[in-house]
């Protein structure tokens, strides 16, 4: 297979020795953590907006920083497992930081809305 697909695929310097499913696999991990990323830059923004600049804005930036260092250190070291789980920490405990410091349950669910 040959055009933009097969460039599309091979855009996360995958190793020589992968194969169709796991360079697909390299790629999709790729477009779901750097649209998070995109989606968290947006977050920081409402934050700055709505709390001004504080912790509850920081912290969107911290897992944009975080999710996208690991996402060119992963391409470098052609290996997209470390991605994955440093992804799913940062969804979590960010998340649940940010919960904790925009303050109550109120505040947070209408954030969250």
């Given at each position: ?27 999709t991990i790729f477009l779901f953590a ?14 700055l907006v709505i709390f001004g600049f ?46 904790w410091s925009i303050g109550s349950v ?8």
């Open positions: 297979m040959h055009g933009p697909a097969t460039n599309l695929k091979n855009f996360y310097d995958c190793a020589p020795d992968d194969t169709d499913d796991i360079r697909l696999e390299k790629l750097g649209s998070c990323c995109v989606a968290g830059s947006a977050w920081t923004i409402m934050y504080g912790l509850s804005a920081a912290l969107p930036f911290a897992f944009v920083v975080i999710v996208g260092a690991a996402i060119a250190i992963c391409r470098v070291l052609r290996n997209h497992r470390p991605l994955i789980y440093v992804q799913i920490l940062c969804i979590i405990y960010i998340n649940a930081f940010i919960q109120f505040d947070s669910g209408f954030v969250m809305v």
